[in-house]
């Protein structure tokens, strides 16, 4: 008997799940771009409803992986996570496109504030703005109880959780952070010769 995984029949991306059209995911990316406010972890969950259940371009798995990825890469942590899965997607042309779908709202937006600097400093924006870290507070709460939900309990999991919050209130590197502990984790895989995280049962696609 097949398990059902949402996910539809048709031409596969190289994540197992549908491919989208091009069309779709300049739709999908242009749709981030527009509404995902708060940028970086922020915007996370909004990517995830969007790729993962909405559309079943990748599964949780899948995602937490490529989030784990672009970790490592320099610059914006959502542009990093959308570049990469339009490339496994749809290659070169939706790496480019899908990120100009998604850098121009910004883009336009930064470019109309600039030349309207009084408009930072009226009470109506400082109260937009204030409201607007608030709700930047709460999404990045929820991504981290969603990327945490996902992870195996365990000691070592949740001590270097611990580190690693102790070592972002110290005020160290966050890329420092994150190189020591991905080398905890290829110490423990060496070790016991499993990964840390072990992997989860992962249907595919049924056909008919």
């Known amino acids: 008997m097949g398990h059902d995984t949402g996910i539809k029949t048709g031409s596969p991306n190289s994540f197992g799940g549908e491919k989208p ?3 779709t995911l300049l739709q999908v ?3 981030i771009g527009i ?4 940028g970086g972890f922020a915007v996370l969950s909004f990517i995830r409803s969007e790729v993962v259940t909405r559309h079943h371009w990748l ?5 937490d992986h490529v989030v784990e990825m672009t970790s ?7 542009t990093n996570v959308m ?11 939706g790496l480019v496109l899908g990120t100009v779908a998604v850098l121009w709202p910004s883009f336009l937006l930064i470019l109309a504030l600039s030349k309207l600097t009084r408009l930072l400093h009226s ?8 409201g607007i870290e608030l709700a930047v507070i709460g999404l990045l709460v929820d991504v981290v ?28 590197n966050p890329a420092l952070i994150i190189l020591v502990v991905a080398a905890v984790g290829v110490l423990d895989f060496l070790v016991r010769k499993k990964p840390l995280v072990p992997p989860k049962s992962d249907h595919g696609p049924t056909s008919s």
């Open 21 to 23: 059209s091009l069309k």
């Open 29 to 31: 990316y242009g749709k």
């Open 123 to 130: 009470v109506w924006m400082v109260g937009v703005l204030r």
């Open 72 to 78: 490592f890469a320099p610059g914006p942590t959502t």
């Open 59 to 63: 599964t949780e798995e899948q995602f």
């Open 83 to 93: 570049a990469a899965i339009a490339y496994r997607l749809l290659g070169w042309q």
């Open 35 to 38: 509404l995902g406010f708060g």
């Open 145 to 172: 109880f969603t990327l945490w939900h996902d992870v195996p309990k365990s000691w070592l999991t949740g001590g270097l959780a611990l580190v690693a919050v102790a070592a972002s209130l110290l005020d160290i």
